[in-house]
T-cell receptor, first 113, second 114 residues
Framework: KQEVTQIPAALSVPEGENLVLNCSFT??????LQWFRQDPGKGLTSLLL?????REQTSGRLNASLDKSSGRSTLYIAASQPGDSATYLC????????????FGQGTELSVKP | DVKVTQSSRYLVKRTGEKVFLECVQDMDHENMFWYRQDPGLGLRLIYF???????EKGDIPEGYSVSREKKERFSLILESASTNQTSMYLCASRGDLSSYNEQFFGPGTRLTVL
């Protein structure tokens, strides 16, 4: 059974720092991995999708990497800003069960001015 | 831009009422999903649908039913609402099962059952 873990559960950094959020998964049989952002009381916003054949994807100050063989992904945020404060979730799209997304529990990020 | 919309942002209902949560997507996606999200429990899949009139149970289907009469619309039904169904409900949609299709979420409905 696929399990997704995110470490740390919470992170607080000063503005301007570069930071890395971690995601690990137990089964490498995945279609892709998505990173989402969720603001309090809101829905999930898709940030980046990495296909299983890819190693990384970039969007602005965000860079996500994928190492399927080790079951790991990282989300790198450069030059963090207070507006980056949110919960970040990773999810893997698995082969079986009709294509379910399996989510991690999320990392709650706080960027202090 | 993909749009997934949900009929209400906030909803307050009484125990025993029948509740309908509506979700509409505008990208001709085959797959649609209903989740609930609770503190400490994360996102849990209630039901999903991979085609019109098709539905599959997710991880926590008890107390819920769904309807998909049109491709763009997926409804979640609480036949007799209970207080333990107070939660944030999130709808999502995605194209066919492939490595390049993203899943998109709606803004959520915060349901309170009194």
């Amino acid at each position: 059974k696929q399990e997704v873990t995110q470490i740390p559960a919470a992170l607080s950094v000063p503005e301007g720092e570069n930071l890395v959020l971690n995601c690990s998964f137990t089964d490498s049989a995945i279609y892709n991995l998505q990173w989402f952002r969720q603001d309090p009381g809101k829905g999930l916003t898709s940030l980046l999708l990495i296909q299983s054949s890819q190693r990384e994807q970039t969007s602005g100050r965000l860079n996500a990497s994928l190492d399927k063989s080790s079951g790991r992904s990282t989300l790198y945020i450069a030059a963090s800003q207070p507006g980056d404060s949110a919960t970040y979730l990773c999810a893997v799209l698995i082969y079986n069960q009709g294509g379910k997304l399996i989510f991690g529990q999320g990392t709650e990020l706080s960027v202090k001015p | 831009d993909v749009k997934v919309t949900q009929s209400s942002r906030y909803l307050v209902k009484r125990t025993g009422e029948k509740v309908f949560l509506e979700c509409v997507q505008d990208m001709d996606h085959e797959n649609m999903f209903w989740y609930r999200q609770d503190p400490g429990l994360g996102l849990r899949l209630i039901y999903f649908s991979y085609d019109v009139k098709m539905k599959e149970k997710g991880d926590i289907p008890e107390g819920y039913s769904v309807s998909r009469e049109k491709k763009e619309r997926f409804s979640l039904i609480l036949e007799s609402a209970s207080t333990n169904q107070t939660s944030m409900y999130l709808c999502a949609s995605r194209g066919d099962l492939s490595s390049y299709n993203e899943q998109f979420f709606g803004p959520g409905t915060r349901l309170t059952v009194l």
